[in-house]
Nanobody
Framework: QVHLVESGGGLVQPGGSLRLSCAPS????????MAWYRQAPGKQRELVAS????????VGSYADSVKGRFAISRDFDKAFLQMDSLKPEDTAVYYC???????????????WGQGTQVTVSS
């Protein structure tokens, strides 16, 4: 069964950078909207960044808390989240979400990654 595989999390000092990656575990037909969420201990999962196609271009949108520091990008069926100027409050488990078409004739479905831990601490 197809699932999303994430990588790139880890421990970083405040002000540092990390780059998260996410890709399906198997070949797929097509990928639509993609997004990154995060969940800190004791808090609800929140949307961090998303990327969708508008007027033929991929457009990213961001939570106010990460604007100017995070950048979402994609390459066909892969999603990336570049995180710069990290702060302790960015500490959380980060999840990717993708809308995928597994075959040419099937309908789309949403898939989630297993999560990758990001810890920002000195």
């Amino acid at each position: 069964q197809v699932h999303l595989v994430e990588s790139g999390g880890g421990l970083v000092q405040p002000g540092g950078s990390l780059r998260l990656s996410c890709a399906p575990s198997e070949l797929i037909w097509s990928a639509g909207d993609m997004a990154w969420y995060r969940q800190a201990p004791g808090k609800q999962r929140e949307l961090v960044a998303s990327i969708s196609r508008e007027a033929g271009e991929h457009v990213g949108s961001y939570a106010d808390s990460v604007k100017g520091r995070f950048a979402i990008s994609r390459d066909f069926d892969k999603a990336f989240l570049q995180m710069d100027s990290l702060k302790p409050e960015d500490t959380a488990v980060y999840y990717c979400k993708m809308k995928l078409w597994l075959t040419e004739f099937g309908g789309p479905a949403d898939y989630w990654g297993q999560g990758t831990q990001v810890t920002v601490s000195s």
